[in-house]
Structure formats: structure tokens, C-alpha cells
């Protein structure tokens, strides 16, 4: 069995296992890594997470939302590409993946919003060893 099948049919199995005992399984979640400056590699994890929804539906499940995580980059050190097209190509997956019938979706932004928001200036005033043979420094 495909990883993404044996993933789904885990994911599926606790869905259902959660409905059975009287839990509402509201959706499902993913994130696709750190600092990821590729915008298509959101497609994928959605087209997986439609096919999860739809079976979750076959079982009388309804899925309402999907948290796509973060991941999205700031930057660092070479340039990246805006935001917008990011959001521009998750929102043509999520409607390819899911057409009209597109669950709630939730962001987890983070970084791209708030690692430019400031920057640390520091003096290191002293650095000392506690004891001539220690091999630390103190800084």
C-alpha cells in the first residue's frame, strides 16, 4: 500500500473512530515544512485532503474545515516571492480540489507576517572563563 493510502486510511479510521464516539470531527490538517518557497507544494497536500474529505462523506462525516498550516516564508536571505502569489495558487487547488463545496480555511501565517517585525541589537560587554582550565566561556 502507497503511503498517501495507508496515511488516508489511518486519517479516515480515527475520523470515524472519533464520530463513533460521539466527537465531531470538525476537518482535517496539514503543513508542508518551514520556510517553504515553493507555492505549489500546497497542491498536493489539498488534492489528499479533498479525497479524505470525500470519504469521510461516503461514511456520513461531513468535514467543514482545513487548516493548510504555515509555512509560508520570510525574508531571510535571498528574495521570495509575495504573498499574494501564494494565495493565488492555494486558492486555485483548493478549487480544484474541492470545487464549490470548499470547507472553511484556516492559515497559520506566522512567520511570514512577524520575523521582519523587528531586530536585536546586542554588545557582548565581557567574555570570561570561571576558571582558567574551564573549557566554557562566559559570554
Given at each position: 500500500m502507497a503511503?498517501?493510502?495507508?496515511?488516508?486510511?489511518?486519517?479516515?479510521?480515527?475520523?470515524?473512530?472519533?464520530?463513533?464516539?460521539?466527537?465531531?470531527?470538525?476537518?482535517?490538517?496539514?503543513?508542508?515544512?518551514?520556510?517553504?518557497?515553493d507555492p505549489s507544494q500546497w497542491r498536493q497536500p489539498l488534492m489528499d485532503a479533498a479525497t479524505l474529505s470525500r470519504a469521510a462523506e461516503r461514511r456520513g462525516i461531513a468535514l467543514?474545515?482545513?487548516?493548510?498550516?504555515?509555512?509560508?516564508?520570510?525574508?531571510?536571505?535571498?528574495?521570495?516571492?509575495?504573498?499574494?502569489?501564494?494565495?493565488?495558487?492555494?486558492?486555485?487547488?483548493?478549487a480544484d480540489a474541492f470545487g464549490v463545496s470548499c470547507p472553511a480555511v484556516m492559515i497559520q501565517p506566522g512567520r511570514a507576517l512577524v520575523a521582519e517585525a523587528g531586530v536585536i541589537q546586542t554588545e557582548v560587554?565581557?567574555?570570561?572563563?570561571?576558571?582558567?582550565?574551564?573549557?566554557a566561556r562566559w559570554v
Open positions: 503511503t498517501f493510502e495507508f496515511a488516508t486510511h489511518t486519517a479516515l479510521d480515527l475520523i470515524v473512530r472519533a464520530h463513533d464516539r460521539g466527537l465531531d470531527p470538525l476537518g482535517v490538517a496539514f503543513h508542508v515544512g518551514s520556510q517553504q518557497t467543514s474545515r482545513i487548516d493548510i498550516g504555515g509555512g509560508f516564508p520570510a525574508q531571510y536571505r535571498g528574495r521570495i516571492l509575495p504573498l499574494d502569489r501564494y494565495a493565488g495558487t492555494i486558492h486555485r487547488a483548493l560587554v565581557l567574555v570570561v572563563r570561571r576558571t582558567p582550565d574551564a573549557p
